[in-house]
């Protein structure tokens, strides 16, 4: 191995839902040995890597419409449960894997691809990371992710945390490869307050980023978009947008109870108040002001130098994650944003986020290459992959962890576990669907109504 060449290496990702499959895709790109590729650039099968994408069958794998959105191309792509992905990691060969996944999935693949690789002289340089700002469950989440050759952080920050984790807990912290987000870019923006609009004809936009999980309750959602069409209703020469992640009944990386798609409609917003969809690069193309609570796309759009706020009106908590972006020069309120007020981001806090603004992205990915590269030529093949988490290390945890993906404590399949190794019939596509709306009747209607019976 590797059994395709340097200049158009082999790559596998595997994602559990349409923001993972993004993050993966890019990455892939991104990371791929040999010269760097720019953002979403698949124009043929004889540029770039070839990529293979696997999407692990669960309650967020993407829908059509969500893929679309997203926009990556793959040269193929299907839907796996967590056997079939093993089994054809058993008999395919890759350069390079990279596991797009929950960080119990990816402990549960790292334990099932040792067992399926254990008698192979050469197996793929096995990569992982996160989509964006790792705010919570630091330490769970970095060692469930402990044993892929790479684990990428997105920033010299979160670099330098990981280390500590791992070197903390006697865990090998080489493995940790300084990146940045894959999805940045896009054109720098050029206007002032409200000047660049004016320049292109077009009305002063204001865009808030919603979250499906933050904030969670009713009344702080309720109160994040009245203050949002109060602001339209204040500036009837703006538009105001309302960026949505995903419709009612779809699921992404986090789960949506109260979707705000609902919540508006008991609303009588302006004219100039909008729902939009669509990638998020794309929406940044129109923004001159972008407002989140702590959304990643606060990050791609600092990258542009939009103007950018991050709100404090909910308070500034971990449970919210905008407390990550202390230090930002980025918190603000509704008041102070209709009152005139525009954050200035602090170039230091900036610099140490990966957000890469000052033109240096195109080499944020060398060491991960070069890493990679390295990897692909060592003499013998890669050893075996070793997570931390063992039935020694984890006896009372692990399991669990890989009984969730029908994996036995050894990483082998469970009797009985599901797998695809054809199209489903008429019957269990039926099954499947029923089974996929009802979770999601589930997390919509019946889960807020027995929250509120407990709250009587």
Aim: with cysteine; charged share 25%; aromatic share 6%.
């Amino acid at each position: 191995m590797p059994a395709s060449t340097p200049k158009h290496p082999r790559i596998a990702v595997l994602a559990d839902s349409d923001t993972r499959w993004k993050w993966g895709a890019l990455t892939a790109d991104r990371i791929a040995p040999g010269p760097s590729m720019e953002t979403g650039a698949r124009e043929s099968a004889q540029v770039g890597p070839a990529l293979d994408g696997f999407l692990l069958r669960g309650r967020a794998t993407p829908t059509p419409r969500q893929l679309r959105e997203v926009g990556v191309r793959a040269d193929s792509l299907r839907e796996v449960t967590a056997a079939e992905f093993l089994r054809t990691m058993a008999e395919e060969s890759y350069d390079v894997l990279v596991l797009a996944l929950v960080g119990g999935g990816v402990q549960a693949m790292l334990h099932g691809l040792g067992r399926v690789w254990e008698h192979r002289t050469s197996r793929p340089v096995v990569v992982t990371g996160y989509v964006g700002v790792v705010y919570e469950k630091l330490a769970d989440g970095l060692l469930l992710r402990h044993g892929a050759d790479l684990v990428l952080a997105n920033s010299r920050q979160d670099a330098e945390r990981f280390r500590a984790v791992y070197e903390g807990v006697g865990a090998d912290a080489s493995s940790v490869t300084e990146v940045a987000l894959p999805f940045l870019g896009g054109a720098p923006y050029a206007g002032g307050h409200d000047a660049s609009a004016q320049q292109e004809h077009r009305p002063y936009t204001v865009v808030f980023a919603a979250q499906p999980s933050v904030p969670e309750s009713r009344k702080d959602r309720t109160y994040l978009l009245n203050r949002l069409v109060q602001h339209a209703r204040r500036h009837p020469e703006r538009e105001v947008l309302l960026k949505l992640r995903s419709r009612p009944g779809e699921h992404t990386t986090h789960i949506e109870e109260l979707p705000y798609q609902k919540l508006v409609q008991r609303l009588d917003p302006p004219a100039n108040f909008r729902l939009v969809y669509g990638n998020m690069g794309e929406v940044l193309d129109r923004t001159d002001l972008l407002v989140t609570v702590s959304s990643t796309a606060a990050l791609e759009s600092l990258h542009r130098r939009i103007p950018t706020v991050v709100l404090t009106d909910l308070g500034v908590r971990e449970s919210l994650g905008n407390h990550h972006f202390v230090g930002s020069g980025c918190l603000a309120s509704w008041d102070q944003l209709d009152a005139g007020h525009r954050p200035e981001p602090d170039a230091e806090w900036v610099a140490r986020q990966g957000v890469v603004a000052d033109g240096s992205y195109d080499s944020a990915f060398d060491a991960a290459r070069t890493r990679i590269a390295k990897l692909l030529d060592r003499p013998g093949g890669l050893p075996p992959l070793t997570p931390y988490y063992t039935p020694v290390t984890a006896p009372g945890y692990l399991p669990g962890i890989l009984a969730r993906h029908h994996l036995g404590p050894d990483g082998t399949p469970l009797p009985g576990a599901p797998a695809a190794d054809k199209e489903p019939g008429p019957v269990r596509q039926i099954v499947r669907r029923a089974a996929r709306g009802a979770y999601r009747h589930g997390v919509q209607r019946v889960a807020p109504v027995i929250r509120r019976m407990g709250e009587l």
